[in-house]
């Protein structure tokens, strides 16, 4: 089998077209700053719809012992 065999799509079963999915929802990557409550400080990177959503997916990471509170964040990806 060629290279061009291998990454040539399929064609859709039985010759019908394939249906259309609706466009992915909105995505925000961010590059969060964390402070714990006794002064340490964290960093991670979260993803979601919101920059909420991805300052909670963030925050999951941060270690279990502390509370923690974004003091800065960047978008890597996203509006």
Not at 36 to 54: L, Y
């Amino acid at each position: 089998m060629s290279v061009l065999e291998m990454i040539r799509p399929e064609p859709a079963a039985n010759g019908k077209r394939l249906r259309r999915l609706p466009a992915a929802t909105t995505q925000r990557i961010l590059a969060v700053e964390f402070r714990s409550t006794d002064g340490r400080h964290w960093r991670a990177i979260g993803g979601g719809a919101s920059v909420a959503a991805a300052i909670i997916d963030a925050r999951e990471s941060c270690p279990d012992n502390a509370i923690w509170g974004a003091v800065s964040w960047n978008d890597l990806y996203g509006e």
